[in-house]
DNA sequence: GAAAAAGATTAATGAAAGGTTAATCAGATT
DNA sequence: AATCTGATTAACCTTTCATTAATCTTTTTC
């Protein structure tokens, strides 16, 4: 599993793109380079990115703009704008200033690697959160020994395979909530494509045909999102 | 009652801390000039500051020891550090990474002043700020889950696309306040023009129908201008 | 106060996304 | 080499949802 953080490159000047994106590349990043506003922002929708470094000029749209309509959708994703000119605090007022920086141009690129280490520590306060993992749980009127890879029904049980197993943890720990199709893909498959994807609902589809036999319990999609996994009342 | 922001700015260089005080003095600020840590220390016994400015070089005490005791005794005050050579993220992680910034030498007052002034603002967010961090918002008697793409009004609940959980939540982010055709159109749909725009109506009216349980909440036009949301008492 | 423009509402449409089952392929195991 | 296992790909069908169209209502302007 890669643990390098992923970094959002949004700049249309080619050789200033290709340098800073270099330059992250060395120190360890992830690089995604997106050479205008449209690739950025089809780029966010399929991956999670850990920061979106943002030239402020771009050709086709508005590099604030971007910003607002990424913040709609991810609200917290923390950025850092590269600028030409000085800018105004209150151009930045609009945005969550907790996790937003800035560098004026020319970029040094030591500088931009140190704003993005403590802007990423910033995010991950300490790391406590990961809440035990119980091998027995219950899902509706069934019961999940997901160590054992086993689904149990009155007396009826379906041994899983290794996929079906992580993705049925993933979708009940996080019950009740939109587990994003990308957040699954990331974590499960290391990769977000249109194969992969396809292969995700190949899996969906066959836990719900193991988990008909209570009607309670609900694989709902999201479109053009992801899944939630509910047991209702 | 001086409502201005007090500054302690911690610098032995005659010169730049005269230039700096007087810079920031200008700009309204209530500034403190200490020019060693002995001094900076005595300051902070006497004086609650909004922010303290920090030389890392100083004669007396190493600024970052002098840091760690004012963390001590006021843990909350951000920082920002003036420093001449380039900081390692390990040394600055010791502090509050939430309330730190720092600036290489030579120093822009200007950038100085935004950078103190984006730290100051962050320790009073705005209330529509942080209500937008949130993903469960109140719209009269309804529930918006953001998250989740579901609007609740009692025992009923309704999921929204993707479009209409964009269109709501800037409604909402905006409420009370005119939300222009052109900038719902240029946010959400990347573009203005006839369609787009009856496309928006649709929208509208469907956010309308989801929302009319409770009579209190309006989606109201102004003429050739835009929408508002609000909620009536 | 009538014509024109803008807005509201409901319904129809079509492309894209999702669902399901079956076939294929690659790696492990006998 | 044959078999088994499990993920991926393919084929085909269904659903979803933004757009467009059609029709009616409100607002503005002269």
Redesign the pocket.
């Known amino acids: 599993m890669d643990k390098r953080n992923k970094i959002l490159l949004v700049e249309d000047d080619e050789s200033l793109g290709y340098l800073l994106s270099e330059y992250l590349k060395i120190k360890d990043f992830d690089v995604s380079w997106a050479k205008n506003g449209e690739i950025a922002l089809k780029n966010l929708e399929n991956h999670n990115f850990h920061l979106v470094v943002l030239d402020v000029m771009l050709p086709d749209i508005d590099g604030f703009n971007l910003a607002k309509k990424i913040k709609i959708e991810n609200p917290k994703t923390p950025f850092i704008f590269l600028t030409a000119r000085s800018l105004k605090v209150d151009v930045l007022k609009g945005f969550s200033l907790g996790a937003m920086d800035y560098l004026k141009k020319p970029i040094d690129e030591e500088e931009l690697v140190t704003r993005i280490e403590v802007l990423i520590s910033r995010l991950h306060p300490s790391d406590i959160e990961q809440d035990l993992q119980k091998e027995i749980h219950q899902i509706g009127a069934y019961v999940f020994d997901s160590k054992n890879q086993k689904l149990i029904f009155e007396n009826e049980e379906t041994v899983l395979?290794?996929?079906?197993n992580e993705l049925l943890l993933y979708l009940l720990k996080n019950r009740n909530q939109l587990c994003a199709?990308k957040d699954i893909l990331d974590l499960l498959?290391g990769k977000n494509d249109y194969?992969?994807?396809?292969?995700l609902?190949?899996f969906?589809?066959?836990l719900?045909?193991y988990l008909k036999s209570d009607p309670t319990i609900k694989i709902r999609?999201?479109?053009?999102?992801g899944f939630v996994l509910r047991v209702e009342d």
Do not use: D, G, P, Q
């Open positions: 395979t290794a996929r079906e199709h498959w194969f992969n994807r396809k292969s609902n190949v969906i589809s066959r719900r045909k999609n999201l479109h053009k999102k």
